[in-house]
């Protein structure tokens, strides 16, 4: 599993897919990059995709080769289609772009559509006249806990016990949320938001943002919602998972996951989000429990 910033494999790698026309390569191969300067390019950024008759998440962030390397960009419109095993084209949707609590030039594209079979199924990007083609190799299942199935009751380390884990948070400085295990806290009647992100380490360049701008909006929702935030890997060499990561099958970083007061996954976003829709998340995980 690499933990090179410039390829973003673990974003990347749990999607199954590929790029018509060597986009995946110009991404993944920095020489590539660096002859397609000034080229914007889609890259479709979910991670854990999977066939089900409920609608997912799918996310794209454009990037730009420069000659310092690839940088993230925003502000286009999108819109994107999609082609599964069994049919023709979905009608082309206009995406969403979050950008509010995300650096300066770096945002994400999503939507939410269905994917209803198991297979390859394509996709188009379309901004700026121009089209980026792509297929995924989506699963009958997914890898990490969905909404509607019990969270994983793993513990998670604390101040009070790391499980092993050096340091257990890479933020400077350290966050404020390890004081509560998530094995004591999922299904004990609260409900919980637990983000999985590793700011030091992070390969896809989202998790120091989505972090603070967690620790920024929490404070509205401390009374109804216990938040823990959980590094993933254990050391800052970053080559083995922390127990709780691996406990719960995370294919990328970041995650943030929304748990009821039974235990059971109300929504899961990955790889990159904004402020708007983590505060979405935190509303609806409000309303559902009944704690306004």
Same mark, same amino acid.
């Given at each position: 599993?690499? @933990?090179?910033?410039?390829?973003?494999?673990?974003?990347?790698?749990?999607?199954?897919?590929?790029?018509? %026309? %060597?986009?995946?390569?110009?991404?993944?191969?920095?020489?590539?990059?660096?002859?397609?300067?000034?080229?914007?390019?889609? $890259?479709?950024?979910?991670?854990?995709?999977?066939?089900?008759?409920?609608?997912?998440?799918?996310?794209?962030?454009?990037?730009? %080769? @420069?000659?310092?390397?690839?940088?993230?960009?925003?502000?286009?419109?999108?819109?994107?289609?999609?082609?599964?095993?069994?049919?023709?084209?979905? @009608?082309?949707?206009?995406?969403?772009?979050?950008?509010?609590?995300?650096?300066?030039?770096?945002?994400?594209?999503?939507?939410?559509?269905?994917?209803?079979?198991?297979?390859?199924?394509?996709?188009?990007?379309?901004?700026?006249?121009?089209?980026?083609?792509?297929?995924?190799?989506?699963?009958?299942?997914?890898?990490?806990?969905?909404?509607?199935?019990?969270?994983?009751?793993?513990?998670?380390?604390?101040?009070?016990?790391?499980?092993?884990?050096?340091?257990?948070?890479?933020?400077?400085?350290? /966050?404020?949320?390890?004081?509560?295990?998530?094995?004591?806290? $999922?299904?004990?009647?609260?409900?919980?938001?637990?983000?999985?992100?590793?700011?030091?380490? /992070?390969?896809?360049?989202? /998790?120091?943002?989505? !972090?603070?701008?967690?620790?920024?909006?929490?404070?509205?929702?401390?009374?109804?919602?216990?938040?823990?935030?959980?590094?993933?890997?254990?050391? !800052?060499?970053?080559?083995?998972?922390?127990?709780?990561?691996?406990?719960?099958?995370?294919?990328?970083?970041?995650?943030?996951?929304?748990?009821?007061?039974?235990?059971?996954?109300?929504?899961?976003?990955?790889?990159?989000?904004? @402020?708007?829709?983590?505060? %979405?998340?935190?509303?609806?995980?409000?309303?559902?429990?009944?704690?306004?």
């Amino acid at each position: 599993m690499s @933990t090179d910033p410039a390829l973003s494999r673990r974003a990347f790698l749990g999607t199954g897919l590929t790029v018509v %026309g %060597g986009l995946v390569a110009a991404r993944a191969t920095p020489a590539l990059a660096a002859r397609a300067k000034t080229k914007v390019m889609a $890259i479709p950024f979910s991670s854990d995709l999977y066939a089900s008759p409920d609608p997912q998440r799918f996310t794209l962030v454009l990037e730009q %080769g @420069t000659s310092h390397g690839i940088k993230y960009v925003s502000g286009p419109a999108v819109s994107v289609r999609f082609k599964g095993p069994r049919g023709g084209w979905s @009608t082309s949707t206009p995406m969403q772009l979050d950008r509010e609590g995300l650096p300066k030039g770096r945002g994400v594209y999503r939507t939410t559509t269905t994917f209803s079979d198991p297979g390859i199924w394509d996709g188009e990007a379309r901004f700026l006249g121009k089209t980026t083609r792509f297929s995924m190799q989506l699963p009958a299942g997914a890898v990490a806990p969905v909404p509607g199935q019990a969270a994983p009751r793993a513990a998670s380390p604390t101040r009070a016990d790391t499980l092993g884990v050096k340091p257990i948070c890479t933020r400077v400085p350290q /966050c404020p949320l390890h004081t509560v295990s998530l094995a004591d806290v $999922i299904g004990a009647g609260r409900p919980v938001a637990v983000l999985f992100a590793t700011p030091a380490l /992070c390969t896809s360049q989202y /998790c120091g943002p989505v !972090l603070d701008e967690l620790l920024a909006i929490r404070a509205p929702y401390e009374d109804r919602i216990t938040f823990v935030h959980v590094d993933i890997y254990k050391n !800052l060499r970053g080559r083995t998972q922390s127990p709780t990561v691996a406990a719960w099958q995370l294919p990328s970083e970041p995650w943030l996951y929304t748990i009821d007061g039974t235990g059971n996954v109300v929504a899961r976003i990955d790889t990159a989000f904004g @402020t708007n829709e983590m505060g %979405g998340l935190l509303d609806d995980l409000v309303t559902l429990s009944g704690a306004s």
